[in-house]
Nanobody, 119 residues
Framework: QVHLVESGGGLVQPGGSLRLSCAAS????????MAWFRQAPGKERDVVAS???????RYTESVKGRFTISRDNAENTVNLQMNSLKSEDTAVYYC?????????????WGQGTQVTVSS
């Protein structure tokens, strides 16, 4: 059974940085397409960044140039480096295994990690 645990969130001022980590058990992240999603209050859960099994990456337009998704195969984690954070990045962030071209999540959701960008 796949189990996903997100961490690294917190309160940060606008312009600051955070690094999120998703620890996956029950599957190897290096041969799977993975993604980070986020859900703000009152909004749907949307994909933020994805990485395919062969390393291709995609980002939603609003985070391009600011966020970077990566994998740590030794730790079996998927990470999201977030720079130049804005108030609109405030949300609960989740990771999941996906069907890459569809961004369709395949595993049970973890608890997520809260990111709050505020002065």
């Amino acid at each position: 059974q796949v189990h996903l645990v997100e961490s690294g969130g917190g309160l940060v001022q606008p312009g600051g940085s955070l690094r999120l980590s998703c620890a996956a058990s029950g599957m190897p992240v290096n041969i799977n397409s993975m993604a980070w999603f986020r859900q703000a209050p009152g909004k749907e859960r949307d994909v933020v960044a994805s990485i395919s099994a062969n390393g291709r990456t995609r980002y939603t337009e609003s985070v391009k140039g600011r966020f970077t998704i990566s994998r740590d195969n030794a730790e079996n984690t998927v990470n999201l480096q977030m720079n130049s954070l804005k108030s609109e990045d405030t949300a609960v962030y989740y990771c999941n295994r996906i069907v890459y071209d569809l961004n369709y999540p395949l595993e049970p959701w973890g608890q997520g990690t809260q990111v709050t960008v505020s002065s």
